[in-house]
């Protein structure tokens, strides 16, 4: 990360913007602090990577969540690349990204020549998603990605997988709690998350808070788990969406409380197992 990206940071606790402090290289942030500007909270940064987040806030799903990837990192590629399709009987990665794509409308972004085109995906866990957003985005368009998650242990892999070299770097990377953002108002883009809003202890803050930080016509695409309700299923699939869901209970939509001004909201099923969420906010007049 750039000194110049932590114009767009914020505070997670008040909101107040945060000033570097601390050994860079060739302006990218290396180890330091990040001071709130209401001379509140100081975030460290480590070896580049900002930790923006209250430990004594995470709870239930939040602290599970983080404790099974930092200390299994590695187990859930197989399951999305092997055992999902056999779980749900078709239905593959590949099916999922495909949705993602289609609806974060990537071809409709142009930009404006001098802010640069910025997307967010809350959850990015190891980077998976990261090449296939490059090659996907409008030819010569000025963007950035960046990634929030609650596991040091993904980040630096996701960091890793383009080498250590931190002027290489391909997503700007933030230790975060989806539940406050550390992000001014209205600054992507695109704000996206792959996996389920039952991994979160409120879902529907996690929602808002993905809705606070998009610009006036910017796009929120969630993609998540849930069974298919337009077929019965067979015990079998049953008993393999329960397994799937074990630490990651589903979150019905209807007890989700959708952002004040969403617009062109959908919901898709786009497997067995997943579906598709995506709001608009308004472009302003």
């Known amino acids: ?8 940071l914020a505070c997670p606790r008040t909101g107040a913007p945060l000033h570097w402090d601390g050994t860079n290289l060739e302006l990218h942030l290396v180890d330091g602090e990040l001071r709130a500007a209401d001379g509140g909270a100081v975030w460290p940064v480590v070896d580049g990577l900002p930790r923006l987040f209250d430990e004594a806030r995470l709870k239930g799903t939040d602290r599970l969540m983080r404790h099974i990837h930092d200390r299994l990192p590695r187990a859930h590629r197989p399951l999305l690349r092997v ?24 071809g409709r972004l142009a930009g404006d020549g ?24 409008p030819g010569g368009l000025r963007a950035e990605l960046w990634g929030t998650d ?10 890793g997988r383009w080498g250590h070299n931190p002027l290489a770097e391909q997503a700007r990377l ?10 001014a108002d209205g600054v992507f883009d695109r704000v996206f998350h792959v996996g389920g809003l039952g991994r979160f202890d409120d879902p529907s803050r996690v929602l808002a808070e993905m809705f606070r930080v998009v610009r006036p016509g910017g796009r929120v695409v969630i993609v998540g788990k849930r069974v298919d309700p337009r077929e019965p299923q067979a015990p079998m699939f049953e008993a393999a969406y329960r397994l799937l ?20 909201v ?20």
């Open 174 to 183: 933030v230790l975060a709690d989806p539940h406050y953002l550390p992000f």
């Open 1 to 8: 990360m750039r000194i110049a990206d932590t114009r767009i």
């Open 245 to 264: 869901t074990l630490h990651e209970p589903e979150v019905p939509l209807d007890t989700l409380t959708l952002p004040d001004g969403a617009v062109d």
């Open 83 to 106: 055992a999902l399709p056999l779980l749900q009987g078709g239905g593959t990665e590949r099916v999922l990204r495909e949705a993602l794509l289609e609806h974060l409308r990537l």
């Open 114 to 137: 001098t802010t640069p085109t910025r997307l967010l995906e809350v959850g990015i866990g190891a980077g998976d998603n990261v090449p296939v957003l490059r090659a996907a985005l």
């Open 266 to 285: 959908i919901d898709e099923q786009v497997s067995r197992f997943f579906f598709l969420l995506g709001l608009g906010r308004p472009a302003v007049e």
């Open 150 to 159: 609650l596991s040091e242990t993904l980040l630096r892999r996701c960091a």
